[in-house]
């Protein structure tokens, strides 16, 4: 089998539960926008955002370092997994003893509506009582998904794909079940009056946003037992030496997740803390209307997961250069190709954050403006996470903790600067422009530390082409869907044609 159609195949099983669970997903978008108004959606979006970051400091970018000492350190796989998930473990407790004792003030400084409460008295769940119910929901859920990292990591370097996707299809059907529940299940069987009615009315708050929450920690609850195979694998033996290098390689790969994160999530914290009272409304706006880019971000992440052990595995092949000078190239075409196709259909896509009326649904849809930005910022950071091998596979982390910080600078300078003025236009910019830093700078500095014969060229026409005909389909034709279709048709005839021997050259390969 060709390298190119393995890593295809890899890439593929890890995307097909990647992208089925974040599709999944994205239908509750719909569910909660006729759920819930733009105000409350807001709670979500922020709580979410805290979430994601702090996700990171939990991990401490043992994931990567995992990967990276196995294949060092192939006569000691053992250790390198018991001195991972061990780190990882350490710093949960830690993370718990500095949060427990101050659940009340985290509740207080989360709650961007306590400012703006004379203005939301319409919106339920968001009393300090609400909060620290929320805060405590998602401490719960921050340990328990860090103590899942590792144990994934090692399903993934196995080479378990099925047991991975079966798992995370189980994690993603119970949230999305019990979301459903709570939303739709409950509120009929209380109406019809069924058998055990009473008890629902007894607890059931209508429009409690943190019943969400609580679905997510039940998915948590129980993706922790899946893994229990793999937690019991683990054995209280400890390499000391190894342990200090892994955290040496690994702080500089936190800082450099970290960052990446704040990029991803800032935005929205401070567009609740830096507009005045009623924000909530426009996070819960750009939140909603975010979630189109998900699609492009579904195919980076599955990408990620097939790519870094496979780039770890073949780093020792005397032509890895070229391997990953032709991963990039079709990487680049299928994520303009993709980006040319989310802008192309925003008309329909828009439908999927519709509200429970005529007003929120006009009222969500004034954020559309904010997708051309976003998704391409997830463009250039797809290129950027590809490029980012370099530093990764030549044990230079700090070049990651370097670039990222950049970004995560440009992201609050940026935002601090002009949201006050532009609400959520300008966190969309600010993030296509960090990760376009960002992507500038991995390469030049990765072509100076470690060079990769990149088709710097031909990346570059498939991208920028790409943006013209964003430009020319949402702002020109005004997001005409014949027009739009009709040039994605053209574009994607062109990538074809001068992509065809390449094509057919490893679909004959064995």
Known sequence: MSTAKKFAGQTAVYGISTIAGRVLTFFLTPVYTRAYTAGVYGILTTM????SILNAVMAFGMETTFFRYLNKHED???QVYNNAFASVFA????????????????????????AAKHHHSAITGTGHSDFVTYVDYFLAILVIDAWCVIP?????????????????????????ALNLFFIWGVPFW???????????????????????????????????????????????????????????????????????????NLDKLLLGKLLPPGSLTDVGIYGACAKISLFLSIFINAFRLGAEP????????????????????????????????LIANIDILKYFIKGHDAKQTALYWTGLPVIPPLVFGYVALGVYMNLSVWYKLSDQTKYGLYISGVGAILTIVLNVAFIPAYSYMASAWTSLIAYTVMMILSYIWGQKNYPIPYDLKKNLA????????????????????????????????????FERKDIKAILSRQ
């Open 48 to 51: 979410f955002s805290y979430v």
């Open 76 to 78: 000691k796989k053992s």
């Open 91 to 114: 710093v949960t407790i830690i993370f718990l003893l500095f949060t427990i004792p101050f659940i009340g003030n985290i509740a207080d400084f989360v709650n961007v509506s306590s």
């Open 152 to 176: 994934f990591a090692k399903i993934r370097a196995d080479g378990k794909p099925g047991r991975y996707s079966l798992i995370k299809t189980i994690n993603i059907g119970i949230f999305i």
């Open 190 to 264: 209380v109406h019809h009056r069924l058998p055990g009615f009473g008890w629902f009315g007894q607890w059931y708050q209508r429009g409690w946003v943190g019943y969400v929450f609580l679905s997510n920690l039940v998915a948590s609850v129980v993706t922790l037992l899946l893994l229990l195979p793999e937690l019991l694998k683990l054995r209280f033996k400890f390499d000391g030496a190894m342990l200090m290098n892994m955290y040496s390689y690994s702080w500089p790969v936190l800082i450099a997740n970290l960052s990446y994160l704040v990029n991803e």
């Open 310 to 341: 496979f780039f770890f595995n073949h780093a020792r092949n005397k032509n890895a250069g070229q391997t990953y000078a032709r991963i990039m190239n079709y990487f680049v075409i299928l994520v303009c190709i993709i980006f040319v196709g």
């Open 462 to 497: 498939y991208i920028i082409s790409s943006i013209l005909i964003v430009f020319l389909s949402f702002y020109i034709f005004r997001h005409n869907i014949f027009v739009g279709d009709a040039l994605l048709f053209v574009y994607v005839l062109a990538a074809y044609y």
